[in-house]
């Protein structure tokens, strides 16, 4: 029998995830669930209902996961939580600071519920992060280093458009490749925010705006660009529409690590990322651990649950022979 999922959302990331299930014969989407009329809302699935968020704790029978996708801001911390009192759930909450308030959260809600909830799925987290936890273990004298890009970082983009005089804009997160060339030598540098990445923004300001403001504004807003060089760029609407519709990313994890009695031998963990579209992939990964929660839940192994927590052959819709006789 097909695992019934459900979404909660209706952006881009879980557009996503109605875009990629397709591709997954053991599944079936068998919802949506909206905070807007669910009448305006069009799917590409046919036949998929769409239903106010309103109704999904009355429909706690009839999914076997729901695939929140909310922000990590606002949204999660409160959905998350109060969906794992009724469903199996998968997030991509990406606050890493805040994962473990997060987490204890929700694993009272699930634990109580006997339900399972897997928290920050994704890339990073979740993909990048399994990758530093292996090289940690395996290299125990080492360094890690994380580098992000080239891609749009939408919640720098957010900040862009947030700027008074801002009609639209985006931000490609972009690795120094200085940075990057040291660090695969395994030298094991010492390296700052500025020294490993640099911020590039496409604007288009409104009719009439305060350019010299506008850049000033961006380049030295806290938390987000005034610890890195950033370069802004003023471009028309077509333009824009044209050359920066795409929502691409990826990135790189390294441990470089020391072994041998006098350290003479120097090592170089690597994995990447190259992604044409950072919804769909984090879609991808976020129903692979749909998959999981359901499993777990049928294995009475109930709670909040990390990337760190689920053995892969879970993820697979391979069975254990199979694993091991093609990809072991």
């Not at 090289?135 to 749009?152: Q, R, S």
């Not at 705006?209 to 760029?233: G, Q, S, W």
């Not at 470089?256 to 009695?261: A, D, L, P, S």
Request: glycine fraction near 8%.
């Amino acid at each position: 029998m097909a695992i019934r999922i459900g979404i909660i959302g209706y952006g881009n990331l879980a557009k996503g995830v109605e875009s990629e299930i397709r591709k997954n014969p053991d599944m079936e989407l068998c919802g949506i669930f909206t905070r807007r009329d669910p009448a305006t809302v069009t799917t590409k699935t046919p036949g998929v209902p769409v239903y106010n968020a309103e109704k999904i704790p009355e429909m706690k029978d009839d999914f076997d996961c729901m695939i929140i996708c909310g922000g990590s801001a606002t949204d999660l911390p409160k959905m998350t939580k109060e969906y794992a009192k009724y469903f199996n759930v998968i997030d991509s909450f990406d606050t890493h600071a805040n994962i473990p308030e997060h987490f204890a959260a929700v694993n009272e809600s699930a634990t109580a519920a006997n339900k399972v909830a897997v928290i920050s799925c994704g890339w990073d987290p979740g993909m990048f992060s399994l990758n530093r936890l292996y090289a940690n273990a395996i290299l125990t004298d080492g360094e890690d280093y994380t580098f992000w890009g080239k891609g749009v970082s939408q919640g720098h983009s957010d900040a862009i458009r947030r700027v008074p005089g801002v009609k639209n804009g985006k931000q490609y997160t972009i690795p120094i490749k200085e940075a990057l060339d040291a660090v695969r030598s395994g030298s094991a540098p010492e390296l700052t925010a500025r020294d490993k990445h640099l911020r590039e923004c496409f604007v288009v300001a409104e009719e009439g705006a305060d350019l010299a403001r506008i850049e000033k504004e961006i380049c030295e807003m806290p938390n987000y660009f005034a610890d890195y060089n950033t370069i802004v760029h003023f471009i028309d609407e077509e333009t824009f529409a044209k050359e920066h519709s795409k929502i691409n990313h990826g990135g790189f994890v390294i441990r470089t690590g020391r072994t041998g009695f006098d350290n003479e031998n120097k090592h170089v963990i690597e994995y990447s990322l190259k992604l044409d579209s950072n919804p769909e992939f984090t879609a991808s990964v976020l129903i692979a651990y749909a998959r999981a929660a359901v499993r777990l839940e049928q294995k009475g192994d109930f709670g909040c649950k990390t990337v760190f927590d689920i053995a892969p052959a879970l993820l697979s819709p391979l069975s254990g022979d199979e694993l091991r006789a093609h990809l072991l």
